[in-house]
Protein backbone atom coordinates (compact mmCIF):
# COMPACT_ATOMS: atom_id res chain seq x y z
CA UNK A 1 0.00 0.00 0.00
CA UNK A 2 1.55 3.12 -1.09
CA UNK A 3 1.55 6.48 2.10
CA UNK A 4 3.28 8.93 -0.44
CA UNK A 5 3.82 9.66 -3.90
CA UNK A 6 6.58 12.31 -5.34
CA UNK A 7 6.86 12.92 -8.91
CA UNK A 8 10.19 14.08 -11.29
CA UNK A 9 10.75 15.38 -14.45
CA UNK A 10 11.18 11.79 -16.11
CA UNK A 11 11.27 9.64 -12.84
CA UNK A 12 8.96 8.35 -9.82
CA UNK A 13 8.80 7.67 -6.22
CA UNK A 14 6.58 6.25 -3.71
CA UNK A 15 6.34 5.37 -0.05
CA UNK A 16 4.78 2.34 1.18
CA UNK A 17 3.07 2.09 4.69
CA UNK A 18 6.00 0.75 6.29
CA UNK A 19 8.50 3.35 5.09
CA UNK A 20 9.51 1.65 2.02
CA UNK A 21 11.19 3.90 -0.76
CA UNK A 22 9.97 2.66 -4.39
CA UNK A 23 11.34 4.09 -7.72
CA UNK A 24 11.02 3.74 -11.29
CA UNK A 25 11.72 6.12 -14.73
CA UNK A 26 14.29 7.73 -16.63
CA UNK A 27 17.42 6.58 -14.65
CA UNK A 28 19.73 8.72 -16.92
CA UNK A 29 22.37 10.00 -14.09
CA UNK A 30 21.88 7.60 -11.18
CA UNK A 31 18.71 9.22 -9.93
CA UNK A 32 16.79 5.87 -9.26
CA UNK A 33 19.60 5.36 -6.78
CA UNK A 34 19.86 1.58 -7.57
CA UNK A 35 23.44 1.73 -7.95
CA UNK A 36 23.06 1.98 -12.21
CA UNK A 37 22.59 4.28 -14.48
CA UNK A 38 20.82 3.90 -18.17
CA UNK A 39 18.55 6.11 -19.46
CA UNK A 40 15.37 3.56 -19.61
CA UNK A 41 16.78 1.09 -16.81
CA UNK A 42 13.75 0.92 -14.46
CA UNK A 43 10.58 1.65 -16.69
CA UNK A 44 7.46 1.13 -15.10
CA UNK A 45 8.93 -1.42 -12.91
CA UNK A 46 9.36 0.08 -9.00
CA UNK A 47 12.32 -1.29 -7.22
CA UNK A 48 13.22 -0.84 -3.65
CA UNK A 49 15.50 1.51 -2.93
CA UNK A 50 15.66 2.08 0.90
CA UNK A 51 13.40 1.61 4.29
CA UNK A 52 12.37 4.08 6.90
CA UNK A 53 11.09 7.12 4.93
CA UNK A 54 9.32 9.46 5.53
CA UNK A 55 9.26 11.95 2.75
CA UNK A 56 11.11 12.11 -0.65
CA UNK A 57 11.47 14.72 -3.28
CA UNK A 58 12.21 14.45 -6.80
CA UNK A 59 13.57 16.80 -9.23
CA UNK A 60 11.74 18.28 -12.26
CA UNK A 61 14.54 19.77 -15.42
CA UNK A 62 16.02 17.51 -18.04
CA UNK A 63 16.48 13.99 -16.82
CA UNK A 64 20.05 14.95 -17.54
CA UNK A 65 20.01 17.06 -14.18
CA UNK A 66 17.51 14.93 -12.56
CA UNK A 67 18.79 14.13 -8.78
CA UNK A 68 16.48 12.38 -5.55
CA UNK A 69 16.23 13.07 -1.63
CA UNK A 70 15.21 11.50 0.95
CA UNK A 71 14.40 11.86 4.83
CA UNK A 72 14.48 8.88 6.78
CA UNK A 73 12.30 8.78 10.17
CA UNK A 74 15.26 9.61 12.26
CA UNK A 75 15.70 12.62 9.86
CA UNK A 76 18.59 11.92 8.27
CA UNK A 77 18.97 13.24 4.54
CA UNK A 78 20.04 11.25 1.80
CA UNK A 79 20.80 12.54 -1.55
CA UNK A 80 21.75 10.32 -4.95
CA UNK A 81 21.51 11.20 -8.44
CA UNK A 82 22.75 13.95 -10.94
CA UNK A 83 25.56 16.39 -9.68
CA UNK A 84 27.10 18.87 -11.86
CA UNK A 85 26.14 21.83 -9.92
CA UNK A 86 26.80 20.58 -6.72
CA UNK A 87 23.15 19.46 -6.00
CA UNK A 88 23.60 16.33 -4.24
CA UNK A 89 25.39 18.94 -1.03
CA UNK A 90 28.48 16.50 -0.66
CA UNK A 91 31.10 18.58 -1.39
CA UNK A 92 31.49 17.16 -4.97
CA UNK A 93 30.25 17.57 -8.52
CA UNK A 94 30.32 13.55 -8.94
CA UNK A 95 27.41 11.67 -9.81
CA UNK A 96 25.88 9.41 -6.76
CA UNK A 97 24.28 6.27 -8.05
CA UNK A 98 23.29 5.24 -4.28
CA UNK A 99 21.76 7.25 -1.42
CA UNK A 100 24.57 9.21 -0.11
CA UNK A 101 23.66 10.61 3.73
CA UNK A 102 24.17 14.56 3.42
CA UNK A 103 23.12 15.80 6.97
CA UNK A 104 20.49 14.65 10.19
CA UNK A 105 18.29 16.69 11.75
CA UNK A 106 16.31 17.04 8.62
CA UNK A 107 12.67 17.62 8.42
CA UNK A 108 12.18 18.73 5.06
CA UNK A 109 13.85 18.39 1.50
CA UNK A 110 13.28 20.04 -1.82
CA UNK A 111 15.01 18.76 -4.69
CA UNK A 112 14.60 21.69 -7.20
CA UNK A 113 15.89 22.23 -11.16
CA UNK A 114 19.85 21.67 -10.28
CA UNK A 115 19.24 23.30 -6.52
CA UNK A 116 18.07 21.27 -3.44
CA UNK A 117 17.35 23.04 0.14
CA UNK A 118 15.88 21.50 3.10
CA UNK A 119 14.34 22.88 6.64
CA UNK A 120 16.11 21.07 9.43
CA UNK A 121 13.81 20.14 12.63
CA UNK A 122 15.14 23.46 14.54
CA UNK A 123 13.72 25.79 11.58
CA UNK A 124 16.87 26.27 9.87
CA UNK A 125 16.83 26.36 6.17
CA UNK A 126 19.67 25.37 4.10
CA UNK A 127 20.50 25.61 0.31
CA UNK A 128 23.05 24.78 -2.18
CA UNK A 129 23.44 23.49 -5.98
CA UNK A 130 23.17 26.05 -9.11
CA UNK A 131 23.02 29.74 -8.26
CA UNK A 132 23.26 31.77 -11.64
CA UNK A 133 20.55 33.47 -11.30
CA UNK A 134 20.10 34.03 -7.79
CA UNK A 135 18.24 30.63 -7.68
CA UNK A 136 19.71 30.17 -3.87
CA UNK A 137 19.01 33.39 -2.37
CA UNK A 138 22.94 33.48 -0.99
CA UNK A 139 23.42 36.59 -2.48
CA UNK A 140 26.79 35.65 -3.95
CA UNK A 141 25.83 34.16 -7.49
CA UNK A 142 27.98 30.89 -6.79
CA UNK A 143 26.97 27.50 -7.36
CA UNK A 144 27.73 25.97 -3.77
CA UNK A 145 28.67 22.13 -3.72
CA UNK A 146 27.80 22.03 0.22
CA UNK A 147 24.95 23.16 2.18
CA UNK A 148 24.94 27.05 3.09
CA UNK A 149 22.49 28.34 5.63
CA UNK A 150 20.24 30.88 4.74
CA UNK A 151 17.19 31.47 7.05
CA UNK A 152 15.98 30.79 10.65
CA UNK A 153 12.35 30.05 11.68
CA UNK A 154 11.30 28.20 8.17
CA UNK A 155 7.93 25.81 7.52
CA UNK A 156 8.22 25.57 4.53
CA UNK A 157 10.14 26.12 1.44
CA UNK A 158 9.92 25.34 -2.66
CA UNK A 159 11.82 26.47 -5.78
CA UNK A 160 10.44 27.14 -9.21
CA UNK A 161 13.22 26.86 -12.08
CA UNK A 162 15.33 29.74 -11.53
CA UNK A 163 13.26 31.38 -7.92
CA UNK A 164 12.90 30.19 -4.30
CA UNK A 165 10.56 30.79 -1.54
CA UNK A 166 10.67 30.57 2.21
CA UNK A 167 7.55 30.17 4.69
CA UNK A 168 8.59 31.40 8.31
CA UNK A 169 6.89 30.88 11.28
CA UNK A 170 5.39 34.26 11.62
CA UNK A 171 3.77 34.36 8.15
CA UNK A 172 6.31 36.28 5.93
CA UNK A 173 6.95 34.88 2.61
CA UNK A 174 10.56 35.60 1.44
CA UNK A 175 11.52 34.93 -1.72
CA UNK A 176 14.58 35.26 -3.81
CA UNK A 177 15.87 34.53 -7.55
CA UNK A 178 14.81 35.67 -10.45
CA UNK A 179 12.34 38.34 -11.40
CA UNK A 180 11.61 38.23 -15.07
CA UNK A 181 7.93 37.09 -14.70
CA UNK A 182 7.82 39.59 -11.45
Known amino acids: KVAKVALGDTHSAAIDTEGGLWMWGSN ?12 YLCEGTPIKIMDDVSSVSLSFGSSGDAHSGAVTRDGSLYMWGSNNFGQLGDGTTAECLKPKRIMSGVSQ ?6 KTAVIKTDGSLWVW ?44 LWMWGSNNGG
Open 129 to 172: GYNGNGDLGTGDGQNHATPVKLLDDVVQVDFGGSHGAALKSDGS
Open 28 to 39: EHGALGNGEKGE
Open 109 to 114: VVAGHR
